[in-house]
């Protein structure tokens, strides 16, 4: 599982201001059907980085979308708040968003 800073590393080439990972838990019946599988028990979280520019925010998405981290192909997009969420500073910058498979945010990998 990726960590804050790994995210950030991972995006170096696109001028993260911040990244934060968002965990989810995986449901009770998912973790029984793995057992039952015998199947390694990997968590889904998604993963979001603040990058600086629109710019930055679109090449992100077009180079780094696909991309295997960890042994696992992440998804890259923009993130968009949900309407009526309020930005804690109306000046901060975009928030690019990567979704992950294993542990991270919205990136697919974590």
């Known amino acids: 599982m990726l960590t804050h800073n790994q995210l950030l590393e991972i995006f170096k080439d696109y001028s993260p201001s911040s990244a934060k990972i968002a965990l989810r838990p995986i449901p009770r ?12 028990r990997k968590g889904r979280g998604f993963g ?9 925010q679109k090449k992100a998405c077009e180079e780094m979308n696909g991309k295997e981290i960890e042994g696992r192909e992440i998804a890259v997009k923009v993130a968009i708040d949900s309407p009526g969420k309020e930005d804690e500073d ?11 498979e294993n542990g991270t945010g919205e990136a ?3």
């Open 29 to 40: 019946f998912m973790v029984k059907k793995l057992q039952a599988r015998g199947e390694p």
């Open 90 to 100: 109306p000046n901060a910058p975009l928030e690019g968003g990567v979704e992950g």
């Open 48 to 56: 979001f980085v603040t990058l600086g520019s629109e710019e930055m």
């Open 108 to 110: 697919n990998a974590a």
